[in-house]
């Protein structure tokens, strides 16, 4: 982020996609103090205590994303500002999710990443349900990536506890870190 400043402070390297991409990290950087406990467990989204965000770097990262509207060249940095921005807003409305979710659409036109994917799929389905989403997921055909299986298991959530409980095992024996396997048992366990 310091060099990222500098870079802001320079009038040649002064550019929107610095600026979008200063505030990309001022939105993440904001969340990371609600995004581990003290046992260095990892916290979802929407577990996350907001009286942990760093509302300074929320509004750092909107005076940059201001200022990244510059100019006629839309990056990724640009598209992932955004999606950022929306998650220093906990409410959960409508509104929210649609516009993420035609950000991840841009987001895949302009820079396709199996993240970006998995991502978009999951917006997909705060928009449009759970079903149309699954219909989604299960075209991306990524059997090789436990965020796949994580994303299956909160999509059959609501549909179908048995096949929630496959994916998030499956998801659960392919994690590599202790602290992934946890979150994903935390997971398994929430299932009734």
Known sequence: MRLCVMLTEFEITNTPQTNALMSLMCFHASRFDARQTGSESLVLYGDQDEQLWDMALIRQGMHFLGLSARGDKLSSYHLEARIAC????????????????Q??????????????????????????????ALTEAKSLGMNDNHYYFVLLGELYKGIDLQLARIHFQKAHDMARTDAEKQLILDKLNTLH
Not at 86 to 101: A, D, N, P, V
Not at 103 to 116: A, K
């Open 103 to 132: 950000l991840y659409d841009q987001l895949m036109r302009i820079n396709y990443s199996p993240s970006v994917a998995l991502n978009r799929t999951f917006a997909l389905g705060k928009v449009k349900g759970p079903e149309v």
């Open 86 to 101: 929306w998650h220093c807003i906990k409410e959960e409305s409508s509104q929210k999710w649609e516009e993420i979710l």
